[in-house]
């Protein structure tokens, strides 16, 4: 059987969900609990792009793959459904909803494609017997990453109008939310009200990333890569000189934080 063809790849997770010859660890999963191995290798996707890394990226996306095989396979046992039926449900669904490219529909700009897809989701919904959603904010996923679902909500937000003209509306939410959290500094603050105040700063700094017209959860996570790496870095160069990170070098640890960053640029 070819190694390229979708076959072969049904037929590996078909062996190893055998129930005589299978693997007795892949015998004992269900979707919940790969469902943690579904969001690391979606993450393992992500880092590759990130990366600008080609060869990590087609390895990844060939483990995301072996998820979406698998579940399709645990359907099938309980006769829900199949491969096949994953594959026609998202090519039907691709086609319907682009209309302006697979019929004769006209669109005049990006912004419009969006508006027809969302119509195209509530006539699906309505099509199915689900219930029309009430508020514009149904429908945003509670598993999405936090800043991934703050950006969303805040879109739902925007279509509606209720958002801020510009960037600098934003930047003055932030430094008023900054401020509220400041008077939290005390000691005898309340625990649950600094909770509360820095989720608005955060809900607030993805508002000025959208603005911006930056993804805020690849922002944190370049920022992520950025730290690690130049504190690595810090470690080596205090190494070098026969020493550790520790509390009593914290000067000197800042100042080779400057002297990495200044490298960097």
Known sequence: MD?????????????????????????????????????EEAYEVAEAIENDDMAELCEELGDLLFQVAIYSRMAEEDEAFDFGDVVASITGKMIRRHPHVFGNAQVASEAEVRENWETMKAAEREAKGRRLRTSVMEGVAQALPAL??????????????????????????????????????????????????????????????????????????????????????????????????APEHRDEMERLWDSVKQEER
């Open 148 to 245: 991934v679902r703050a950006a969303k909500l805040q879109k739902r937000a925007a279509r509606v109008g209720f958002d801020w003209d510009t960037p600098d509306g934003v930047a003055a939410k932030i430094r008023e939310e900054l401020a509220e959290c400041e008077e939290t500094f005390s000691a005898h603050a309340d625990p649950l009200q600094r909770v509360h105040e820095v989720g608005d700063l955060l809900f607030s700094c993805v508002n000025l990333a959208r603005h911006l017209g930056v993804d805020a959860e690849q922002a944190l996570r370049a920022a992520n890569h950025r730290f690690e790496r130049r504190f690595m870095r810090v470690e080596v160069c205090l190494g070098a000189a026969g020493k550790q990170p």
């Open 3 to 39: 190694p390229r063809s979708i076959e072969a790849l049904l037929a590996v997770v078909a062996r190893l969900r055998d129930p005589e010859h299978g693997c007795p660890w892949d015998l004992e999963q269900t979707p919940r609990t790969i469902l943690p191995f579904t969001l």
